[in-house]
């Protein structure tokens, strides 16, 4: 039953990193790979702060990270906005090896190499979650929350503004609306989305240190988006659940181990390739 | 009633019913890196458990039980290792999983002791690892008791200016930290320190840098490269000594003459040369340290097991591992004894001498 | 002389990033196409020249060999997936991520077949060191340096003096004039991939011979090297050779002054910040 609890918490936690990805990526076309580097620095923050000499409840910890996160990344998407396209890429890529970088040499601060271990569970309101049950449920209520946000930003004004830029951001421009604004505020949104996802990670895993958070996890992420389908709510929840089950279905297949391991990156590979080539809307998104 | 008597009734009544017990499989587990720049050595630790439960069952198995090791890749990382964990406790009721490398494994170790499943770790160094978990066991000291040994052997050779060159990870870190305190403590100074990525073949600048602040030995902590590193240290001609732990004892690394002076701390496992053979001619590939250590964790744990069914325990993780320090004494490639979490293993100081790998002494880690 | 060593490793490594960013350049700047997966074709040569070498084939076939299969390679990817892609209407988005598909295919194939080992060449002479001066050289850095700056000097040739160069240039320069020009872009795109995959092909082989050959090592030096392009303004071949060696020189010698772990985030930080303030590089030709 635990791994089972375990992989719908991992899925639900993706999801949101998902929906944060799928945002900055999909809808507002900025290409990402640092989405990995924010949902860390969501993780060492809460993860520090519920460790601290003088501990914070756990929702004061992570309100913190999600502030923290906006604001990083509004930071890291600001050069998009001065940068064309593929540039941006490069700087992307950099952000996120920067990331990996003080991650893991800022020992004071992030413990280093070695990760974060001890992070004790949340407590909500004086009550100490303890059993898998009750952390799943956690990860759960914040996905679903995650999701609410999403559909709702989605429906309203601001949506149709984020697909219109999509369409066409000169049009829009001159429409009087102010581009900009529209983007750093999806920029916004997806950081608090990867924030929430950081602080229920670190407590839902107890550890954590910086290989969860690096160039792969990105890239994972993108994979996520590109499969499940992009622009969609349905597309960021199907990503995740789909490709955290991709190794268990793997081992139900009979390949030696030796091999099997290997192959399942040689498979994410080969979605990439394919969905792009046959379907780049993903399985349940929009064309991207 | 006398205590060998009762001793000797249970075991005729234990041989009785092991007769007539069906024989079942035992299913064990072992969660380590498969894939990612950490399969390097997944791989050997897969091959040496692989090797020694294939013999096993090779010759019936425990006691006509066959025994089999479901494998799972955590790719280095905390997050797969605890997935991992859990479906293998849950789906498949394992008692004990293989584990290695430090992340990963201190990330299992609560919900080892929570689900009281026996880790056996042949590998990780990490300090940390000897008290994360009453299930947890190391069968190879930390790395803080080979630097130890080593510190030892350095003052007795009258070095008194370290420079560290080290692995920007957890393992490299921890034995830089490990130096770095204990040299001091007995005498020595610190002159210089460098980091290298893991996986990074070009160690030309920080050897450059390092050797500038006039060392009369460089300590080395890397996990990863130790060919290539042997080589440019060969090429910048030193005059200091150059001096590490296990992790140096890459077998490429030792072939070349360049190696030639090199001294390094080493937890004595050797295999006998037609083990070695055996297992050369199944896997193409040299018995490693990594491969060694496995074997030897998996003929422990194929002992406990063999306790186990000898007394028709139920192959759970806590009679596993209260076996484990009931017998605490083993002789598997090496004695080994296991008087806390961690056993105690002879620790040699060895130079590298010609394209052999020669022991000048043997030391006890405390 | 701890110095002029630092310099002279940083030209050898600066000639080899070089080489990578020219002709990571020469696709870009042509096809408009983010090929990530230029740093899998990297990896494949010296992979494909260490299978021959352990055949025993003598070292200047291996390297001829090396190129040609990557060149081969470099023609099949534009041809099967970019092409493909451009077909289908994709975006630039699109074709990025398939690329980073194709990469990591790559290197896992190569880690499956090969193993993830750090794997070292059988050349015996590339690791005896030649003293020049103060300091120490291997052959394998020599030839390194003196192959790169050749393959350097052969593409600024290339593409000012030959026929074919110039047809690049020209359909770099105005895709949509090349195309109801009959300068055939589409074409002229798999002959670029396959040249540029050709010329990377020689430091795929020279870096791993110095410094030992491993299946996931490419894409740090193609990410130095693209910041070497766009740093010396697309376009410029002079501008991103000598950027590279720039940065190689940068990192390096940064080693004096800072700790070591933060010389690869140091170089990302300053590309950031160039990047906010001057997004069209140092040497940049007319747009």
Known sequence: MDFLLSYLALASIYVMLGLSTNLLVGIVGIFSVSQAAVFGVGAYIVGHFLMAAAPMPFLAALAIAMLCCITLNILVTLPSLRVSGDYFVVTSFGIQLLATAVFTNWTAGTGGASGMPGIPPPDLFGYQLQSTWQLMALCMAGMLL???????????????????????????AAAGKSVLRAKVSAAALAGAFAGLAGGIYATFLSFIDPSSFDLDASILLLTMVVVGGARTLAGSIAGPFLLLALPQILTLLDIPTTFAATARQLIYGLLLIAFMLFRPQGLLGERL | MHPGLRYGLALLASLVTAGTAAAETIHLGAVIPLTGPAA????????????????????????????????????AKADQAVLLFNKLVDLQHIPMMFVGYSGPTLAMAPLATRKQVLLVNAGAQADKLSTASPYLVNTLPSTSDEVKVMVKYLAEQGKKKAAVLYENDAPGIGGRDDFVDLFPKSGGTIVAQEPVQFGQTDYRPALLKLSAAKPDVLYVVITAGMPSLVQQLHEMKPDFLVAGSTFMADPAAIADPASNGIVHTQVQIDAPPDLAA????????????????????????????DRLVAENKPITGKNMHDALFQIHKF???????????????????NEMKDGKDVTLRQVTAQ | MILLQLLINGLVTGCALGVVAISFALVYSTTRIFHVAHAGVYTLAGYIAWLLLSHGVPEVIALAAAALVCAATGALIQHQLYARLERRGATHLVVLIASLGLLAVMQNIIAAVFSPNILQFPVPWANRTVALGGIALTYAQLLTVLICLAAYAGVVWFAHFTALGKRIRAVASNPFLAQITRLQPNTVYVYVVAIASAIVAL??????????????????????????????????????????IVIAELQNLSLLAIPGEWSIGITFFIFVIFMLFRPTGLFSTAR
């Not at chain 2, 297992?279 to 406990?304: E, P, W």
């Not at chain 2, 490639?333 to 100081?349: C, D, H, K, R, Y």
Request: with cysteine; glycine share 12%.
């Open chain 2, 40 to 75: 390097v050595v997944g791989n050997q630790e897969l091959r040496g458990i692989q090797f020694a439960i294939e013999s096993a069952n090779a010759k019936g198995g425990v006691h006509g039980n066959k025994v089999d090791v479901q494998f799972e890749d955590n790719q």
């Open chain 3, 203 to 244: 430091p795929g082989v020279l870096v791993p011979l110095d410094l030992g050959l491993q299946p996931y090592g490419g894409i740090t030096p193609l990410l130095t090297a693209t910041i070497a392009m766009i740093a010396g303004g697309v376009g410029s071949i002079s501008g991103a050779f000598l950027l590279s």
């Open chain 2, 331 to 349: 002789q598997g490639l090496i004695p080994m004894e296991f008087n806390s979490n961690t056993a105690t293993v002879p620790i040699g100081i």
């Open chain 2, 278 to 305: 055996a297992f050369r001619k199944r896997y193409g590939a040299d018995m490693d340290f990594f491969a060694r250590q496995y074997y030897n964790a998996a003929q422990i744990t194929l002992t406990v097991l």
């Open chain 1, 146 to 172: 995650a999701c609410l946000c999403f559909w709702l930003v989605m429906r309203a004004p601001f949506g149709r503004l984020l697909r219109a830029i999509r369409e066409d951001e000169r049009a829009v």
